[in-house]
């Protein structure tokens, strides 16, 4: 459970639906291919057009996913499910049906757990089922019409829904980034938001504390952490002030407009009984062996959760950077090879959150395809170690490597002249020299004032063109003053 936060006197409350588009190459029901980017409905054959006589046959790749992530999250897989008929009118449901999960669905329980502000927090899953997703209406490029493109029904969706435990936007981007974390780490899904392959709906409410649930708002298809943070955030307070002025809050299907920041009602929100739900008859049980549990949980990595508590233990990791180095598995390998290549974890840490990220972010650029390779990070952090150059010259190291312009570490350092000076007589003698140039400084810094000592440093770095050793300058410079 978490902790409760209050906006203005009330309780947010907030349960998700996730739809993760599963990782395989064909539909759930058909052969269809799930490719995305193909020519509208040059991908749907008879079964997602619901052509007479046509009849879906399960895929077992959609089944073992769900299976995985079921395993993933402490579930409980089903070993009979069943597959329900979920009607609606739309015009992008050929069927005028969804293949849905309802009474009995394939993962059941289940939990979230994720990190906020180094706190942990664990929510509950209720379920996660397996349904086909519905096709797309298209409007940009019709004028007075709306066109229907059919490559997405049927495409294989695993449905993940929450316990309403999340009690803050916060919690909520923490929590739906570590089920996206969670599903590409398994590889069920590409984890691909800006193509729908990973789509979240928030529920959201708020009450009094100690009052029950409040009357809840669906925010549909909310495609970026960003996105979902601002519209919870704008939906509470809509909420609060519709509340505030003596309005009843109605159960609605709402969109999320990031242009203007603001939740607008698309549809007043049906409830399960106004989708008519009932066993679907072309669809036999599911039923999944124990034997298949088993093989799959054999199969499973490891999980980042228990990566991340090792990075702990073992690399004496604080929780955040462990959660860090554990946010994706191309993350936890890079990591890994680093650390291991150069002994000094926090260190690689600290360079894959800072300088790293920061190149990564800005280009857009997985970390996989990053010009700065693991083994030459920790080349680099070797040679901070050993003395070799310091932080800043590190810096322009590994920007130089970034850009391409330079092969290797040492090729950079002596290129560009970065090496550190340790030669301590050397150092001693510009050392005497800005002594003897800045007599101020030395008087105040023997009256007490610890200012005149970094004063001093940073003449002594300025004299020696940034390559001194800076924790050596300390200690001469403090054997110099004290004589």
């Given at each position: 459970m978490t902790t409760s936060l209050l906006v203005r006197g009330y309780e947010v409350v907030i349960g998700f639906e996730t739809h993760a588009q599963l990782s395989t190459q064909s539909k759930i029901f058909s052969g269809a291919s799930t490719a995305f980017g193909a020519e509208p409905n040059t991908q749907a054959c008879a079964v997602d057009l619901a052509l007479p006589g046509s009849l879906p046959v399960m895929n077992r790749g959609a089944v073992e996913r769900a299976i995985r992530f079921g395993l993933a999250v402490g579930a409980t897989v089903a070993p009979m499910s069943i597959f329900a008929r979920k009607n609606y009118f739309y015009p992008d449901l050929p069927k005028g049906y969804q293949i849905s999960q309802y009474e009995i669905?394939?993962?059941?329980?289940?939990?979230?757990?994720?990190?906020?502000?180094?706190?942990?927090?664990?929510?509950?899953?209720?379920?996660?089922?397996?349904?086909?997703?519905?096709?797309?209406?298209?409007?940009?490029?019709?004028?007075?019409?709306?066109?229907?493109?059919?490559?997405?029904?049927?495409?294989?969706?695993?449905?993940?829904?929450?316990?309403?435990?999340?009690?803050?936007?916060?919690?909520?981007?923490?929590?739906?980034?570590?089920?996206?974390?969670?599903?590409?780490?398994?590889?069920?899904?590409?984890?691909?938001?800006?193509?729908?392959?990973?789509r979240c709906d928030a529920n959201v409410s708020v009450r009094r504390p100690g009052e029950p649930f409040g009357t809840r708002r669906e925010i549909k298809n909310l495609n970026s952490f960003r996105f979902?943070?601002?519209?919870?955030?704008?939906?509470?307070?809509?909420?609060?002030?519709?509340?505030?002025?003596?309005?009843?809050?109605?159960?609605?299907t709402v969109l999320f407009d990031p242009d203007t920041g603001e939740t607008r009602m698309m549809r007043t929100k049906e409830d399960a009984h106004d989708y008519r739900y009932f066993p679907d008859p072309d669809l036999p049980p599911l039923l999944i062996a124990p034997s298949w549990v088993e093989r799959v949980r054999a199969e499973m990595p490891e999980l980042p959760g228990a990566l991340a508590a090792r990075f702990e233990a073992e690399h004496g990791l604080p929780a955040y950077d462990a959660a860090m180095?554990?946010?994706?598995?191309?993350?936890?390998?890079?990591?890994?090879?680093?650390?291991?290549?150069?002994?000094?974890?926090?260190?690689?840490?600290?360079?894959?959150?800072?300088?790293?990220?920061?190149?990564?972010?800005?280009?857009?650029?997985?970390?996989?395809?990053?010009?700065?390779?693991?083994?030459?990070?920790?080349?680099?952090?070797?040679?901070?170690?050993?003395?070799?150059?310091?932080?800043?010259?590190?810096?322009?190291?590994?920007?130089?490597?970034?850009?391409?312009?330079?092969?290797?570490?040492?090729?950079?350092?002596?290129?560009?002249?970065?090496?550190?000076?340790?030669?301590?007589?050397?150092?001693?003698?510009?050392?005497?020299?800005?002594?003897?140039a800045n007599p101020k400084s030395v008087e105040e810094y023997r009256a007490g004032k610890d200012k005149a000592f970094n004063a001093l440093v940073g003449q002594a770095m300025k004299a020696s063109k940034g390559k001194a050793n800076p924790a050596q300058v300390n200690e001469l410079l403090k054997r110099k003053l004290a004589g």
């Open positions: 669905p394939v993962v059941q329980g289940g939990a979230i757990e994720f990190l906020v502000d180094g706190q942990r927090h664990r929510v509950r899953l209720t379920r996660a089922h397996l349904e086909e997703d519905a096709g797309k209406s298209l409007h940009e490029d019709f004028h007075g019409m709306s066109g229907i493109d059919l490559n997405r029904a049927g495409t294989p969706l695993l449905e993940i829904v929450s316990e309403p435990e999340l009690r803050s936007s916060r919690q909520a981007v923490e929590y739906a980034k570590a089920l996206h974390t969670l599903v590409v780490w398994l590889g069920i899904c590409d984890g691909n938001m800006q193509e729908g392959s990973f979902l943070q601002q519209a919870i955030d704008f939906e509470v307070q809509w909420q609060i002030d519709q509340i505030e002025d003596g309005h009843e809050i109605i159960q609605a180095m554990t946010a994706s598995r191309a993350t936890a390998a890079y990591y890994q090879e680093a650390a291991a290549a150069c002994g000094a974890p926090k260190l690689v840490a600290n360079w894959v959150m800072g300088e790293l990220s920061k190149r990564l972010n800005a280009e857009g650029m997985d970390i996989a395809a990053a010009p700065v390779t693991a083994a030459t990070l920790a080349t680099l952090i070797g040679r901070i170690q050993d003395g070799t150059i310091s932080n800043n010259a590190a810096r322009q190291v590994f920007e130089s490597l970034w850009s391409g312009e330079g092969a290797t570490v040492d090729a950079v350092i002596e290129a560009k002249g970065l090496r550190q000076m340790n030669d301590s007589g050397a150092l001693e003698a510009i050392l005497d020299e800005v002594l003897a």
